[in-house]
């Protein structure tokens, strides 16, 4: 993929566009995909690569919480960083959240998805319910393994 193809990928993916409709707009422009001298697993391959050699959903996690932490002084989050900068384990817990587990933490359920997400690391919930009988969240925590 050329540099400005690239850009262009990383643009619409901010902007929240799946790589499938990228790749049919990159058709469009090249008037059709015999003319796309890539494919949808290029696409793919080149935003695995930006993630293990940027860090960029990491570092996009941590400003969008230290963004966070300006308008809500009570969020708490932690990060831990193994020895070559990559990020392993990240809690968080938002003001509101804090104020829930007051009210309503009388008993706090703890859910992992195992490895349904595209680093492959279980996120960790917990939840409990309000005097509604509705799920509220306490806190969340991505880790690097089970363990």
């Known amino acids: 993929m050329s540099e400005a193809d690239i850009e262009q990928m990383n643009d619409m993916s901010k902007g929240g566009i799946g790589v499938s409709r990228i790749y049919s707009f990159m058709a469009s422009l090249a008037g059709g995909y015999h003319n796309v001298p890539y494919t949808t697993r290029d696409m793919h391959n080149v935003n695995a690569k930006q993630r293990r ?4 959903d990491a570092e996009s996690c941590l400003r969008y919480l230290r ?4 308008k809500d002084p009570a969020l708490y989050y932690k990060e831990v960083v193994d020895g070559e900068g990559v990020l392993q384990h990240l809690f968080w817990c938002d003001g509101t959240s804090q ?7 009388d008993v706090v359920v703890f859910d992992a998805t195992y490895k349904k997400n595209i680093y492959l ?3 960790v919930v917990f939840s409990g319910v ?3 009988n509705q799920t509220v969240v306490f806190a969340a925590v991505l880790v690097a393994d089970e363990k």
């Open 67 to 70: 963004e966070c932490k300006a």
């Open 99 to 105: 104020i829930d587990y007051q009210v309503f933490g």
């Open 53 to 56: 050699e940027g860090g960029l």
């Open 121 to 123: 690391s279980p996120l």
């Open 130 to 132: 309000n005097h509604h």
